[in-house]
């Protein structure tokens, strides 16, 4: 199995700040990396899928970047309704595996 | 408008069975894969299994953890996905969310095994 390791678990930032975090993969996945966001008690949300494309409707102020082993997601200018568990995921081998997620505290 | 609605959660003894409904509106089942996942309390999200699409056979495949308990299916005419489960075991326990590939999600559906 594939594993996903996300750093930091968790970080606390103020609004309007730019907050990066990562994700690892345990062997290549090439861009088959997702991320989602889920805040407290709601479903999550597809954020970036193909490692640095945007969902449709998704704020640009979000983005993702990387490929092989080592993903970055950015927050340029982080607002109140960004408070939220970040996950991200591989597709490119079954099972589908997340990483552990970071949480992001204002 | 694309939404999914699941249904079916409950508290149920280890051992027991419990069948999860995902009823969809706005697309066909059978045209987009289908999946399952759930996160049990305070933890991660974890894949449970997914049903391919027509174009791609219908091929299912499960996660190790409930290969040989669960099996998913769907009902075309009814757009309509099913998540049976058997053997219940306590760590089934989580909330348990049907999607349509990645991009849409059901709200959830919460499942208790506990004696």
């Known amino acids: 199995d594939i594993q996903m390791t996300q750093s930091p678990s968790s970080l606390s930032a103020s609004v309007g700040d730019r907050v990066t975090f990562t994700c690892q993969a345990s062997?290549?996945?090439?861009?088959?990396l997702n991320w989602f966001q889920q805040q407290p008690g709601k479903a999550p949300k597809l954020l970036i899928f193909?490692?640095?494309n945007l969902e449709t409707g998704v704020p640009s102020r979000f983005s993702g970047s990387g490929s092989g082993t080592d993903f970055t997601f950015t927050i340029s200018s982080l607002q109140p309704e960004d408070i939220a568990t970040y996950y991200c995921q591989q597709y490119i081998n079954l099972p589908l595996t997340f990483g552990g997620g970071t949480k992001v505290e204002i | 408008e694309v939404q999914l609605v699941e249904s079916g959660g409950g508290v149920v003894q280890p051992g027991r069975s419990l069948r999860l409904s995902c009823t969809a509106s706005?697309?066909?089942?059978?045209?987009?894969?289908m999946s399952w996942f759930r996160q049990a309390p305070g933890k991660g999200l974890e894949w449970v299994g997914f049903i391919r699409s027509e174009a791609y056979g219908g091929a299912i495949e499960y996660a190790a953890s409930v290969k040989g308990r669960f099996t998913i299916s769907r009902d075309d005419s009814k757009s309509i996905a099913f998540l049976q489960m058997n053997s219940l075991k306590t760590e089934d326990t989580a909330v348990y969310y049907c999607t349509r590939e990645y991009d849409y999600w059901g709200q959830g559906a919460l499942v208790t095994v506990s004696s």
């Open positions: 193909d490692a640095s």
């Open positions: 706005g697309f066909s089942v059978g045209d987009y894969l």
């Open positions: 062997q290549d996945i090439d861009t088959s």
